[in-house]
Nanobody, 123 residues
Framework: VQLQASGGGLQRAGGSLRLSCVAS????????MGWFRQAPGKEREFVSA????????LYTDSVKGRFTISRNNAKNTLYLQMNSLKPEDTAIYYCAAARGAQGSRGSSEYPYWGRGTLVTISS
C-alpha cells in the first residue's frame, strides 16, 4: 500500500494550491480517504475526508468554503483544492486511506498514511 502526496509549496496569503495524492489501486477504489495536517509545534489535525465514491465529504470548520476535496478513482488520485489560503494553513499535509468505505475525522480510522507535503503560506 503506497500513498504519495504532492503539490505543496510556498504561496502568498489569498492564493491557491492543489494537493494530489496517488494511491496504489488495490486500496484506493474501495476506501474512504482523508487529508490531515500538522503545523509546527502542533498536533496533527483533521482537514477533510471523502467517501469511496465521492458522494460524501467532511471538512473541519476552519477550511469550509475554502478547501474542496475530490477524487478520481480512474486515476487513483485524491485531491485537495485549497483557495483563499491563510498563514495559519501552513503545515505538512498528509493523505491517508481509511479502514472502510467512508471518510472519518478520526486519525485512528486511517491505517495507511503517505509522506506529507509541506505547504507554507506567507502573509
Amino acid at each position: 500500500v503506497q500513498l504519495q502526496a504532492s503539490g505543496g509549496g510556498l504561496q502568498r496569503a489569498g492564493g491557491s494550491l492543489r494537493l494530489s495524492c496517488v494511491a496504489s489501486r488495490r486500496m484506493f477504489n474501495n476506501n474512504g480517504m482523508g487529508w490531515f495536517r500538522q503545523a509546527p509545534g502542533k498536533e496533527r489535525e483533521f482537514v477533510s475526508a471523502i467517501s469511496w465514491n465521492g458522494a460524501s465529504t467532511l471538512y473541519t470548520d476552519s477550511v469550509k468554503g475554502r478547501f474542496t476535496i475530490s477524487r478520481n478513482n480512474a486515476k487513483n488520485t485524491l485531491y485537495l483544492q485549497m483557495n483563499s489560503l491563510k498563514p495559519e494553513d501552513t503545515a505538512i499535509y498528509y493523505c491517508a486511506a481509511a479502514r472502510g468505505a467512508q471518510g472519518s475525522r478520526g486519525s485512528s480510522e486511517y491505517p495507511y498514511w503517505g509522506r506529507g507535503t509541506l505547504v507554507t503560506i506567507s502573509s
